[in-house]
């Protein structure tokens, strides 16, 4: 009977955010182990389609880098980085797009529909969702907040920034109860095709949408401090102080570029997680203290 109860309360605690968030846009950015481990995947599938069956709106927008450089090892192409960047020259770009707007995309979308959901995929080509130009060693190094290495001007090949996403795409989608699958690829006016990080095109689309949420799943458990204590609620002010300290650094900097990119937008909260918890998504959005680290504008 105790362990019974144990389940209503959990109902109940989740009743408030529920009727809070019904109808509000919630932009998942699935990345890391959460998207490589099959256990981790099932759990990431169920999450959003609770989501969407108790009245949210989820739209997922995906990476997939270590897929990519394992097809890029398959075919012996060397993968090439700068400052952290794959050099995208036009035929690892075709991988590139092979592989994350064909097999990870549609992977997505079938785990999704097995559950219940109504899921389709995109990539920024479609509906011209995302424009797109070329990501230069000074744009980089402005999401990074450090100063670009070398020539400020130079490029990393097909690789992108975002310019503007079209909303109305995505929105009719939801109006017809899909759940919108990204991967980021975008175009420029040229109809030339661009790799872009996945962390900004997220921040990118939430900030579009108006989201309520942004939620960054990653492979740590949060934001720590500088005495290395996990950081459970942050203000952006707080959040910029810290990466001006070098407290966050690395590859923690891009996803608080897109947390931050999505607050300037209009999106209420954005939240960094540990993607390798079960049920990260749920316990984050549905518990009064969360698992991770929530992002206040």
Same mark, same amino acid.
């Given at each position: ?7 209503? =309360? ?57 897929? $990519? ?17 794959? $050099? ?16 990870? =995309? !549609? ?20 509906? =011209? ?8 060693? !000074? ?41 919108? @699958? ?22 990118? @689309? ?7 949420? &942004?939620?960054?799943?990653?492979? @740590?458990?949060?934001?720590? =401090? ?36 999505? &607050? ?16 990260? $998504?749920?316990?984050? @959005? ?12």
């Amino acid at each position: 009977m105790n362990r019974l109860i144990k389940k209503v =309360n959990v109902l109940v605690e989740a009743l408030p955010y529920i009727r809070t968030f019904a109808g509000k846009t919630v932009v998942i950015k699935y990345g890391g182990k959460a998207m490589t481990e099959d256990s981790l995947k099932e759990k990431f599938a169920l999450d959003v389609v609770l989501l969407k069956y108790v009245g949210l709106n989820p739209v997922i927008v995906h990476g997939g880098g270590p897929q $990519i450089d394992l097809m890029l090892d398959r075919l012996g192409i060397e993968a090439k980085f700068r400052q952290g960047v794959r $050099i995208t020259d036009r035929s690892t770009m075709e991988i590139v797009e092979m592989v994350l707007g064909g097999k990870i =995309n !549609k992977e997505i979308i079938a785990l999704l529909n097995q559950h219940g959901a109504k899921a389709i995929g995109l990539t920024g080509k479609d509906g =011209n969702l995302i424009f797109a130009k070329a990501l230069t060693a !000074k744009s980089w190094a402005a999401s990074l907040c450090t100063d670009p290495d070398g020539d400020p001007d130079e490029d990393f090949g097909l690789v992108g920034e975002v310019q503007s996403v079209n909303p109305n795409v995505l929105m009719r989608l939801q109006q017809e109860n899909f759940i919108p @699958v990204i991967a980021p690829i975008g175009t420029d006016r040229d109809g030339n095709t661009y790799n872009i990080n996945a962390d900004l095109v997220a921040g990118a @689309v939430a900030a579009a949408l108006k989201a309520e949420k &942004l939620l960054v799943l990653t492979d @740590v458990k949060g934001i720590r =401090n500088d005495k290395g204590r996990h950081v459970s609620t942050l203000t952006r002010k707080d959040m910029q102080r810290m990466v001006k300290k070098g407290t966050i650094s690395a590859g923690m900097l891009p996803k608080v570029h897109s947390c931050l990119m999505a &607050l300037d937008g209009g999106v209420r909260k954005a939240h960094i997680i540990d993607g390798r918890m079960p049920h990260a $998504i749920l316990l984050e @959005v549905f518990t009064d203290k969360g698992i991770g680290t929530e992002i206040l504008s």
